[in-house]
């Protein structure tokens, strides 16, 4: 009968990791986890808290700089117009306040989506987009549609609606911005402001449609409707 080979003492120490070892090695991995989470969290905040001026939290006391802002920088021209026309100023300074944050100078955001649209509308391949025809742009160059496709000025009124008014873009972001900006939300949903629907006011400016009846926001920040109830109250 054979006799069974037995392994040497030294092998099995050899092949077995010493408990002083794993301890090592479990809390290297810990550390590296703690510092991986500590990176990536100011990260994740940075990147989808949004505009902090917009979804800041309200506290009694002191109007938020925004609202300071927008009434040291559009307060006089805004109760000047909305006399005229007709529009609580309120809502309109609110309005200032989510779309601008009260800030003055050139105030645009290019939206390429809406200027794919137009260029489809321009060149025949679709009828129209938002109540623009071919027949409206068909001469229009691709500057000229950008211009089109760009919000302009406080109230961050998409550039094709100066079609809807009978005036140019120009009018849109210049010294008159404030006016045709009241104009234009007058025109489309004057209706929502005159019977005091405020909520359905913000995020219809913001997506075209009233306030979903499900109770869930469309807008692209999910703050946008109660911060401009909430701006409202400032002013």
């Known amino acids: 009968m054979s006799k069974k080979k037995r392994s040497h003492p030294l092998n099995a120490i050899k092949k077995t990791p010493s408990k ?4 090592r090695k479990k809390s290297s991995k810990n550390w590296w ?6 990176a990536v969290v100011p990260l994740c905040f940075y990147f989808f808290s949004g505009n902090t001026e917009v979804t800041e939290d309200f506290e ?21 117009c909305s006399k005229i026309l007709n529009v609580n100023p309120k809502y309109l300074k609110a309005l200032v306040c989510l779309e601008c944050s009260g800030k003055t100078g050139e105030l645009k955001r290019f939206e390429r989506h809406v200027f794919k649209r137009l260029q489809k509308v321009r060149d025949g391949q679709s009828a129209s987009y938002e109540g623009i025809t071919t027949a409206m742009i068909h001469d229009a160059s691709d500057e000229a549609l950008k211009n089109l496709a760009t919000s302009w000025g406080p109230f961050q009124i998409m550039g094709y609606k100066c079609l809807h008014l009978n005036i140019r873009v120009s009018d849109l972001r210049g010294k008159d911005a404030v006016y045709w900006g009241i104009k234009w939300i007058k025109d489309e949903y004057g209706h929502l402001l ?5 909520r ?15 109770g869930k926001p ?8 109660p911060n401009g109830l909430e701006y409202m109250r400032w002013f």
């Not at 002083?20 to 301890?23: A, G, S, Y």
Request: net charge positive.
């Open 33 to 38: 986890i703690l510092l991986l989470a500590a």
């Open 194 to 198: 005159k019977s005091g629907r405020y």
């Open 218 to 225: 469309t807008t692209y920040d999910k703050k946008y409707v």
């Open 20 to 23: 002083k070892k794993f301890r």
């Open 200 to 214: 359905d006011a913000f995020h219809y400016h913001n997506t075209g449609r009233i306030f979903p009846a499900n």
């Open 60 to 80: 009694e006391g002191e109007a938020p700089k925004v609202c300071q802002r927008t009434k040291a920088n559009y307060g006089s021209q805004i109760d000047s």
